[in-house]
T-cell receptor, first 109, second 115 residues
């Protein structure tokens, strides 16, 4: 079966750095996506990786290792507004997204 | 530019009733999707459409039907609602549906409670 694993919840301090991990086992691979979802709102796109390595976008970076079935999202200089759930999703061989359950990130002052 | 709109925002429904959730996009995207999101679970695909006139079944299609008469609209119908269909429903769209780089954009969601 297809499976995406990520931690249920993480806590970090304002101004710090946090790394959210995602491991996956899917039928084929056509890219990995990270989305942010604030409570009661829709998911919004953060990043996309299809090749191994690090993609940097401002305070957010995403890393992919296809051989290990592993990705992480790195958030730097954490702000209170970063409190949200972070969803990892893999596009399988049928171009359908398989979603993890999400990691709830709590930022403390 | 609205992007994707969904209606209603929330609804309480008696079991056995028929309900249609509406979804409209103005981005001229070819592909559209319906997901449900339940606590502790990832988003699960119900139905999708890669282009107007075609639809496909996702991971959890039972009890739901869709139609895609035109590019903009993708309604989801529950023929006879059951309590297990209580969930938050998200509609999404993407440019093609058949590309690895295809980013999906989500509507604001419909919170449905079936009693």
């Amino acid at each position: 079966g297809q499976n995406i694993d990520q931690p249920t919840e993480m806590t970090a301090t304002e101004g710090a750095i946090v790394q959210i991990n995602c491991t996956y086992q899917t039928s084929g691979f056509n890219g990995l996506f990270w989305y942010q979802q604030h409570a009661g709102e829709a998911p919004t796109f953060l990043s996309y990786n299809v090749l191994d390595g690090l993609e940097e976008k401002g305070r957010f970076s995403s890393f992919l290792s296809r051989s290990k079935g592993y990705s992480y999202l790195l958030l730097k200089e954490l702000q209170m507004k970063d409190s949200a759930s972070y969803l990892c999703a893999v596009m399988d061989s049928n171009y359908q997204l398989i979603w993890g359950a999400g990691t709830k990130l709590i930022i403390k002052p | 530019i609205a992007g994707i709109t969904q209606a209603p925002t929330s609804q309480i429904l008696a079991a056995g009733r028929r309900m249609t959730l509406r979804c409209t996009q103005d981005m001229r995207h070819n592909a559209m999707y319906w997901y449900r999101q339940d606590l502790g679970l990832g988003l699960r695909l119900i139905h999708y459409s890669n282009t107007a006139g075609t639809t496909g079944k996702g991971e959890v299609p039972d009890g739901y039907s869709v139609s895609r008469a035109n590019t903009d609209d993708f309604p989801l119908t529950l023929a006879s609602a059951v309590p297990s269909q209580t969930s938050v429903y998200f509609c999404a769209s993407s440019d093609s549906g058949t590309s690895g780089t295809d980013t999906q954009y989500f509507g604001p969601g419909t919170r449905l409670t079936v009693l």
